[in-house]
């Protein structure tokens, strides 16, 4: 092949999508209803099948009789949990689960059998026919029966239904406290939610009879983990195991983690010899949980009349539910990123996660932070107001400067939170108007700040194989086409979308050229999946790297083509130049000089932390590392309505420190769901059991907001480049939820001035708040006037909690 | 069980199907036609994914029993778009990210529709309205509105 004087044509300009607003790639498939989610994959033919629950919150099995179910026509399959090999559970050291109940059930709807059949009408007929007997035992649904002496165990070898309990120390906080001129001691509850995200639970599984092999097609966000949690709970070799993710309506964490469902799935396949499809109800996703645990929380703060923050002192109980999952980590995270926020002196933390008999809580958005982050920026608030200070003054007196390392032993990298604070002081009008806003009964307005920040990603991953965080593969072939092969897991968030930006932006190609393969084991490299907001930054960087190493064997055959040095190629995209211009191809040239010699090319790329960000050496260290720290303010304007404690959120100002925006659009999008989510946990997100009875397991009575309760969300993007981040680019999906539910109750307290430690702030609880209040001035009216060193609102450095 | 024959107009085709007693109308395209844009969100009138247009106005697909639907005629998702692409409506959501993980956009563009056919130049008050009943998690419905409101704008 010769190198032509001049392209044939007119070639597209370098492309940069790298920072421009993008569509999703996907996005007609979406709004056209092309899509196909897992419910939606024709499957003709598989059988129907579905799951027999426990009624009972904690006993032991004396037997499950599945004699009669199995006679039954059209009955295919009927399992216990003696059809799985070993139990489960997403982290290895904590696997306590199995995927039907075991010896004894622990909470009620934990799965006990399952069936598959012919239709829905057999299914649910063999569901009846089952027997079971169940010794039922004490059941505790909530923390202090379940720590009570002498309190029955869920688990035999974890003492006072203790799943972990965490003791930190960094620093003299004693000392600490000695220094400060305010402290400030308080109590916190904050209720379980739940993921809520729309798309029903659902698998496929086929079973090959003659290869013995199995694939299943989920909802997970995590293919790899169930991956290799199937082959583990069925005792099959992970080379017979094929696991795909179709679209996915969203996870929010709920996906994180192997569910039961997609075992039971996958067992029913096996024993009935074919393909089954388990769909589940709403009410049933509600019971598969694994949310945010209901916590209480007792914070003390000490600062300098200055603003600076001497001591931290936290206590976390967190209501585990029935089985590990990821509790522990969850305990460990409210520790780890209770005080990373600021420069602080010292801290104590204590924390338990306790089991009970309700279902099992697990990661969501914000994973193990928000609730502590609620407490931490009341407790500033209030100091603030103590001090006579801005609550904006008082998060500056305590900013850190990159490179830091936590008191904790993170590495911070990068930080924008000073321009997230000046943003949404000046988006807000803070300065201006607060304290100033009209005022009428039934009527009154407030603002409030807060900060947050999160992970990009969790330095060291969940199954410590030495292999690298993240790989990506690409593929080019004859037809010009670039295939990126990722086994990152798009649930909605766009990070297929994103890894196209980056590969078309290495090599300057337009996206029209690329497509992506995702999730797929048999045709994807594995992928940790998509959780703690690792995907932009780690497999951003390994697409990064794959996109280099493509251009790297394209530049070199280029060059041979024009027969000059690597060195003088100078690469435009959809052409390229010897040095000077006067010899040049088009791309199709390129990839014909280059697959001329290797036939098709494949090239990958990995990327993995640096050792320096993967947190300390004491016991728990590694949770809440990370390569990169983002960083979010927020301010929330309220409408209280005095009379009857109805909290409406008139607007939102975010600023997050996204780093590098690689799509300006999606991170938008992200941060707005961000902090819609944030509100929903902040005014009426609430699960509710009635021992161990779930009561709220429908979008009737679990109240997520509509279209109306929303408010506009002004976002503001601050990129401060982040060294080790791709382009720069940092995490975009949480860490602008965790200050939403404070600054909220800043606000609600500069309305009305009453503060609410307890979420979520429904109307009942700030009327009870307003009445009680009323309450005690009318009694303080009563009583002679305080002495000044007592005057109402200020908590003695000596003050106990409220 | 019985079962009843049923004729219908399912995006201008005309069809005609055996519906048992209690199919719903979501179970009718979804399971007997394949369409399968409809989706099903909740264990039933909660969530607002399965809407459609039945003789233009919107509707539950899981609330609504096929039975009823005799000669009439039904609107999915999968009528919008025409032989030079989606919709303007479709198109909006799609450029300005009313959609993230999907799985309400079917209902919510549905809903959207209905309302620009009654009301082609809404207030936003009255698009918020008229998606009250349509939940979302993933977008806080800033995208949404906005998508609404654009495609509001193309039909001047």
Redesign the interface.
């Known amino acids: 092949m010769k190198a032509q004087t001049l392209p044939a044509r007119d070639a597209a300009p370098p492309a940069h999508p790298v920072g421009q607003r993008t569509?999703?790639i996907?996005?007609?498939?979406?709004?056209?209803?092309?899509?196909?989610?897992t419910?939606?994959l024709?499957f003709p033919g598989a059988w129907v099948g579905r799951i027999g629950r426990s009624l009972i919150a904690h006993g032991l099995i004396r037997s499950i009789d599945t004699a009669a179910a199995r006679a039954l026509p059209g009955v295919r399959a009927v399992i216990t949990g003696a059809d799985f090999a070993a139990p489960y559970g997403v982290i290895p050291i904590a696997q306590n689960e199995w995927p039907l109940a075991r010896g004894k059930v622990r909470y009620r709807g934990e799965p006990l059998f399952a069936v598959a059949a012919d239709d829905e009408a057999a299914a649910e007929a063999a569901l009846a026919a089952v027997r079971v007997d169940i010794e039922p035992l004490p059941a505790h649904f909530d923390c202090d029966s379940a720590r009570a002496p002498g309190a029955v165990l869920l688990h035999d070898d974890k003492a006072g239904n203790l799943e972990r309990s965490v003791e930190h120390d960094f620093g003299d906080v004693e000392a600490g406290f000695a220094r400060a001129d305010r402290v400030v001691e308080r109590r916190f509850h904050c209720a379980e939610l739940a993921?809520?995200?729309?798309?029903?639970n659902a698998s496929v599984a086929q079973w090959d009879v003659g290869q013995q092999r199995l694939t299943v097609h989920s909802v997970t966000q995590v293919p790899y983990y169930l991956h290799l949690t199937l082959a583990q709970t069925l005792g099959l070799d992970t080379s017979a195991v094929r696991v795909v993710k179709p679209?996915?309506?969203?996870g929010?964490g709920h996906r994180v983690e192997p569910l039961n469902f997609e075992m039971v799935t996958a067992a029913l396949a096996r024993a009935a010899g074919g393909t089954v499809r388990l769909e589940l109800?709403?009410?049933e996703t509600f019971l598969t949980h694994r949310a945010r645990p209901d916590s209480d929380i007792r914070l003390r703060i000490g600062v300098t009349a200055a603003g600076e923050i001497t001591a931290v002192d936290a206590e976390v109980v967190q209501r585990g539910g029935a089985y590990a999952g990821y509790g522990l980590v969850t305990i460990l995270y409210a520790g780890a990123l209770l005080h990373a926020l600021y420069r602080v002196g010292a801290v104590r933390y204590r924390g338990w996660r306790v089991y009970t008999n309700l279902p099992p809580c697990g990661a969501m958005r914000g994973h193990g932070a928000v609730n502590v982050r609620f407490a931490f920026e009341s407790v500033l608030d209030e100091l603030a107001g103590e001090l006579g200070l801005d609550p904006f003054a008082l998060r500056r007196a305590n900013l850190i400067t990159p490179p830091y390392r936590t008191l904790n032993d993170l590495q911070v990298n990068s930080c924008g939170l000073p321009q997230c604070l000046d943003a949404v002081e000046r988006a807000s009008g803070w300065r201006e108007r607060r304290g100033r806003l009209p005022q009428r009964p039934g009527a009154r307005r407030g603002l409030g700040m807060a900060c947050s920040h999160y992970v990009s990603g969790s330095a060291k991953p969940v199954h410590w194989s030495g292999e690298p965080h993240a790989v990506v593969a690409l593929k080019l072939d004859f037809d010009g086409s670039i295939t990126i092969l990722s086994g990152a897991a798009d649930?909605?968030?766009?990070s297929s979308t994103l890894l196209a930006q980056v590969v078309a932006e290495v090599l300057l190609l337009p996206m029209s050229r690329i497509r992506v393969v995702a999730a797929d084991s048999a045709l994807t490299p594995k992928d940790n999946g998509s959780y703690s907001s690792r995907v932009s930054f780690m497999v951003g960087n390994a697409a990064l790297r794959a996109g280099q190493a493509l251009r790297e064997v394209l530049v070199e055959a280029a060059a041979r083509s024009l027969g000059c040095r690597a060195g003088a190629v100078e690469w435009l995209g959809e052409r390229c130049t010897s040095t000077g211009g006067e010899r040049s191809l088009d791309f199709a040239q390129v990839v014909r000089a280059a697959l001329a010699d290797s036939g098709t090319l494949t090239v990958k790329g990995s990327w993995s932390t640096p050792p320096e960000t993967q947190g300390g050496k004491f016991r728990g260290a590694a949770v809440g590392s990370t390569a990169g720290f983002s960083y979010s303010a927020q301010v929330v304007e309220v409408e209280v309505d005095d009379e009857t404690g109805a909290v409406r959120v008139l607007q939102c100002w975010t600023a997050h420190d996204c780093g590098r925006a690689l799509n300006p659009?999606?991170v938008?999008?992200q941060v707005?769901?961000a902090?819609?989510?944030g509100?929903g946990q902040a005014l009426t997100e609430e699960t509710h059991y009635h021992e161990g009875l779930p009561l709220r397991a429908?979008?009737?009575d679990y109240r997520?907001g509509?279209?109306?309760e929303?408010p506009?969300?002004d976002v503001t993007l601050v990129e401060s480049l982040d060294p080790l981040g791709p382009f720069g680019a940092k995490e975009a999906s949480e860490g602008g939820l965790h200050s939403v539910p404070p600054a909220l109750a800043a606000a609600v307290h500069d309305a009305v001035g009453v503060r609410l430690r307890e979420l979520p702030i429904t109307p009942d609880r700030l009327l009870q708040a307003l009445v009680e209040r009323q309450r005690e001035q009318r009694r303080s009216a009563r009583r002679p006037p305080p002495t000044p060193a007592a005057a109402p609102g200020a908590t003695p450095a000596t003050g106990r909690p409220a | 069980m019985t079962t009843h024959l049923l004729t219908l107009t399912v995006n201008g085709r005309e069809r005609t199907l055996a519906a048992r007693d209690g199919l719903t109308l979501l179970e009718l395209l979804?399971d007997a036609l394949?369409?399968?844009?409809?989706?099903?969100?909740?264990?039933g009138g909660?969530?607002g994914?399965c809407t459609v247009l039945i003789d233009g106005e919107p509707h539950l697909a899981c609330l609504t029993l096929a039975a009823r639907l005799d000669g009439r005629a039904v609107e999915?998702?999968?009528s919008?778009?025409g032989p030079s692409g989606?919709s303007a409506l479709?198109?909006a959501?799609?450029?300005?990210?009313?959609?993230?993980?999907?799985?309400?956009?079917?209902g919510m563009?549905m809903a959207a529709e209905a309302l620009l056919r009654r009301e082609p130049h809404p207030s936003e008050a009255r698009?918020?309205?008229a998606?009250?009943?349509?939940?979302?998690?993933?977008?806080?419905?800033?995208?949404?509105?906005e998508s609404v409101q654009a495609a509001a704008e193309d039909r001047a």
């Open positions: 569509p999703l996907d996005g007609l498939d979406k709004v056209s209803g092309r899509a196909r989610y419910a939606d024709p993921h809520a995200q729309l798309e029903l679209f996915v309506g969203g929010f109800t709403r009410e649930i909605g968030q766009g659009l999606a938008e999008g707005q769901g902090v819609w989510m509100l429908n979008f009737l997520v509509t279209a109306v929303s506009p969300v | 979804r394949m369409l399968t844009g409809t989706k099903q969100g909740c264990d909660e969530c994914a999915t998702i999968e919008l778009a989606v479709q198109r959501f799609h450029e300005r990210l009313g959609t993230q993980c999907g799985f309400c956009t079917p563009v698009i918020r309205e998606l009250s009943g349509n939940l979302c998690r993933c977008t806080g419905y800033v995208k949404i509105v």
